[in-house]
C-alpha cells in the first residue's frame, strides 16, 4: 500500500511535468547582427584581408552586416522573415545578399518586397513621357530573407554589405 | 506568372510617386549608421505570430582633407580661387597686409596647423605674421609669427529646412563646447560650379536615430525605436563688414539648395602682415612669405604661397635722403644758388634742404659748421626779427613743408613750438656759439628731440606709410628745409 501510494505520487508527478511541455512548445528565435569590414594585414609576409568589427568607418568603405538566427525553442518556427532596412548613409552592394533563401527587395521603405528585376518605377523620359526604370542597387530602400521553417535547434546567418556614401 | 505582373505593376505605381534620391557623394563624421533588424516568425499551428529585433550602430570617421586656400570671397557664387595679394610699395619698416580665405573641405570638424616664413632681400630685419579674423574684421585669434592650431568645421548636406536652415545627420556635429559651428562663423556652401559664404545664424544639436536593443546577447524580443532628430544649422547673409569680405546674398533655400551630399564648409579669414627694414643704400628691400596650413594628418598641406613658391609683398622702400646746401646774399635779397658773392659785412643766408626720395629714414641729424670768416647771426626775437647783435637767441629755422619752426642757440626755445600730430615734431637745433667753426646741429623729422633726430618719413604723415595712402594733401617724397645766416667778416 506503501509504495502504491508512493507511485501515484510519483505518476502525479510526471503528468504534471509533462502537461506543460504540450502547452509550452512553441518556437523562439533570436536574432542578432554584426557589423564588419575588411581590412588589408600582412601575415607571414603576405598581405590578406580580415575581417575586423566595424566600429568606424570612412565614407566610400564597405560594411558586412550578418545577421545570424537560432531558434532555441521546442518547435519549429514557420514563416520566418528577416528584414533589414538599408541603413540611411549608407547604399547596397549589388549582389552582396546571400541567397540560399528567399531574397527580395524594397524600393518604398518596405512597403513591397521583389525580386530586383522586377523592381522598377517611372520617371519622366527626355521625350517628356514617363519611362520605367529598373531601381539601381543603391536605390534600394530595404532588404528582406524569407526562410520557410527553422527547426527547433536550428540556427543560420544571412549577410550584405552596403556602402558608406 | 499572372500574378507576378500584377504585383510588378502595383510596385511601379507605389514607387513612382516618390522617384528615389540618387546616392550623395559621403556622409559626414560623426554620423551613427544604425541597422535595424527584425524577424517575423509563427509556430507551427501557424497560429502565432512572434517578432524579434536587434541593432548595431557604426559611426562614420573623420576623412581629413587640406583647406582650400582663396581669396575671401567677394560676390555671390564666388568660385574660390587662389592669387598672391598684388605688389605694393611700401616705406621701410612699413606693414603690407593681405587677407586670404582658408575653408575646410573634409567631412568633418579638424585642427589645422598654420605657421608663416618670410625671406627677405636687401632687409636687415624683416617679419610675417597673421591673425585669424572674425567675419566682421575683428581678431579671433591674435597675431602671430609661430606655428598655431585652427579648428574649422565641415560636413555634408542632407538637406535643407525652409529657406536658411541647412540639415545634417543628428548628432554628428560637434558641440559649441567642442568647437563646433557657432552664430557668426563663416561657412561656404557648395552649388556645384559656384559657392556662397553665409553666416552662421543659430545652431541646433538633434541627436542620431537609436534602437533600445543591442549589445552583445542575441535578442528574443523586439524594442524601442528613436526617431532622429537631424542637426540644424542656419544661415543668413555674409555682408561685407570692415571690407573682410562679401557674401553678397541670402539664403533662399527653398529655391535654390545645395545637393545632398555637398560640403558646409567653415571659412577663416586670414590677414597676413609682412614687414622689412632695407638696409641696403638705393636697393629696395623685397620680402616673400608664406603661409603653410596642413590638416591633422599632416599629408594634405596647402599654402598661401604654393609648395615651391612663396607670395612676395612687394618693395620696402630703401632710405633714399638727397642734401642741397645753397647760399644767397640776404642784405642784397638775392636768390638761392650754388654760390653767392658778398661784401664785407653783407649778411649770407644757407639753405639746407633734406629730401626723402625712398623709405623712412630714422634718427635724420645734420651736422655744418659756420663758415670761415664768418658770424652766426641770432635774432632776439625770432628769427630774422629783433635784435640782431645778441649771442643767444633765434639762430634757425626749420620747415618740413608744411610747419616751420624757429631754433634758439641752445635748442630750449623750440620745445613748445613744434606742432601737434600728425606731425609731431619738425625738427630742433643747436649752436655751440657764433664763430666761424663753431658746429650746428640740426635733428629733423617727426619724433626728433633736442639731442636726436627723427623720422624724415616717406610720407608727410609717417602712418601713411605706402604711396596708395599718402594722398592729397599728404606729400609722398617729403622735404625738410634747414636757414640760418652768417654775417661776412
Not at chain 1, 506543460?20 to 518556437?27: G, H, I, K, N, S
Not at chain 2, 582663396?70 to 557664387?77: E, H, I, K, R
Request: one cysteine or more.
Amino acid at each position: 500500500m506503501q509504495r502504491n501510494k508512493y507511485l501515484v505520487a510519483a505518476t502525479v508527478a510526471l503528468a504534471l511535468t509533462s502537461m506543460p511541455l504540450a502547452v509550452w512548445a512553441q518556437p523562439k528565435v533570436t536574432i542578432a547582427i554584426k557589423a564588419e569590414k575588411e581590412v588589408n594585414v600582412t601575415a607571414k609576409g603576405k598581405q590578406v584581408k580580415k575581417r575586423v568589427a566595424a566600429k568606424g568607418v570612412q565614407p566610400g568603405e564597405e560594411i558586412i552586416y550578418t545577421l545570424s538566427y537560432v531558434n532555441s525553442g521546442t518547435e519549429a518556427a514557420k514563416d520566418v522573415v528577416i528584414s533589414d532596412p538599408i541603413p540611411t548613409g549608407t547604399a547596397y552592394i549589388p549582389g552582396s545578399a546571400s541567397d540560399a533563401d528567399d531574397l527580395t527587395f524594397s524600393i518604398d521603405k518596405g512597403k513591397s518586397f521583389k525580386k530586383p528585376t522586377l523592381l522598377t518605377y517611372e520617371l519622366k523620359g527626355s521625350g517628356g513621357k514617363m519611362e520605367k526604370k529598373v531601381a539601381a542597387p543603391e536605390e534600394y530602400t530595404d532588404i528582406r530573407w524569407t526562410i520557410p521553417q527553422i527547426p527547433a535547434g536550428g540556427k543560420g546567418s544571412v549577410n550584405f554589405k552596403v556602402k558608406v556614401k | 506568372m499572372k500574378r507576378n505582373l500584377f504585383a510588378a505593376l502595383a510596385i511601379s505605381a507605389i514607387a513612382a510617386a516618390g522617384v528615389p534620391a540618387t546616392a550623395g557623394a559621403s556622409t559626414t563624421a560623426g554620423t551613427t549608421i544604425l541597422n535595424v533588424v527584425t524577424v517575423d516568425y509563427k509556430d507551427a499551428s501557424n497560429t502565432t505570430s512572434f517578432s524579434a529585433a536587434f541593432s548595431t550602430t557604426v559611426t562614420v570617421n573623420l576623412v581629413k582633407a587640406g583647406l582650400n586656400v582663396s581669396t575671401p570671397p567677394s560676390s555671390a557664387n564666388y568660385t574660390p580661387a587662389f592669387a598672391c595679394a598684388p605688389l605694393g610699395s611700401y616705406a621701410s619698416g612699413g606693414t603690407f597686409s593681405a587677407l586670404y580665405a582658408l575653408t575646410a573641405t573634409a567631412n568633418g570638424q579638424d585642427t589645422y596647423k598654420l605657421s608663416i616664413s618670410n625671406t627677405a632681400t636687401n632687409a636687415s630685419t624683416s617679419s610675417a605674421a597673421y591673425t585669424i579674423l572674425k567675419a566682421d574684421g575683428t581678431v579671433q585669434a591674435p597675431s602671430t609669427s609661430a606655428a598655431s592650431d585652427l579648428v574649422l568645421n565641415s560636413a555634408i548636406v542632407v538637406g535643407t529646412s525652409g529657406t536658411d536652415t541647412l540639415l545634417f545627420p543628428g548628432g554628428s556635429l560637434k558641440s559649441a563646447a567642442q568647437g563646433g559651428f557657432a552664430a557668426g562663423a563663416i561657412v561656404v556652401v557648395d552649388y556645384g560650379a559656384t559657392k556662397t559664404a553665409y553666416l552662421v545664424k543659430n545652431v541646433i544639436l538633434g541627436h542620431a536615430a537609436g534602437y533600445s536593443v543591442n549589445g552583445t546577447v542575441a535578442s528574443t524580443t523586439t524594442g524601442n525605436a528613436t526617431t532622429e532628430q537631424r542637426d540644424q544649422v542656419q544661415v543668413q547673409a555674409f555682408a561685407n563688414v570692415n571690407g573682410i569680405g562679401n557674401g553678397g546674398t541670402a539664403p533662399a533655400f527653398n529655391t535654390t539648395a545645395p545637393a545632398v551630399g555637398t560640403v558646409v564648409g567653415e571659412m577663416a579669414i586670414v590677414k597676413i602682415d609682412v614687414s622689412a627694414v632695407s638696409n641696403v643704400k638705393g636697393n629696395d628691400a623685397t620680402v616673400d612669405y608664406k603661409l603653410t596650413a596642413t590638416d591633422s594628418s599632416g599629408n594634405n598641406t596647402q599654402y598661401v604661397g604654393s609648395a615651391g613658391a612663396s607670395c612676395t609683398a612687394g618693395n620696402f622702400l630703401a632710405t633714399k635722403l638727397e642734401i642741397l646746401k645753397e647760399v644767397r646774399n640776404f642784405t642784397d635779397n638775392g636768390n638761392f644758388g650754388a654760390t653767392a658773392t658778398s661784401n664785407p659785412g653783407q649778411v649770407l643766408e644757407y639753405q639746407v634742404t633734406v629730401t626723402n626720395t625712398g623709405g623712412q629714414a630714422i634718427a635724420a641729424a645734420v651736422l655744418d659748421n659756420i663758415p670761415s670768416y664768418t658770424k652766426l647771426v641770432v635774432y632776439k626775437d625770432g628769427y630774422g626779427v629783433g635784435d640782431d647783435t645778441v649771442t643767444t637767441g633765434y639762430f634757425a629755422q626749420v620747415s618740413d613743408g608744411v610747419n616751420t619752426v624757429n631754433l634758439t642757440t641752445d635748442a630750449s626755445g623750440e620745445v613748445a613750438a613744434q606742432p601737434a600730430a600728425p606731425a609731431p615734431a619738425v625738427g630742433f637745433g643747436k649752436a655751440a656759439g657764433v664763430a666761424a667753426g663753431l658746429p650746428l646741429n640740426f635733428y629733423l623729422g617727426q619724433g626728433s628731440s633736442v639731442s636726436a633726430g627723427g623720422t624724415v618719413p616717406s610720407c608727410s604723415d609717417s602712418t601713411k606709410n605706402t604711396q596708395a595712402l599718402c594722398v592729397s594733401p599728404l606729400k609722398w617724397n617729403s622735404t625738410y628745409t634747414i636757414k640760418y645766416r652768417v654775417k661776412v667778416d
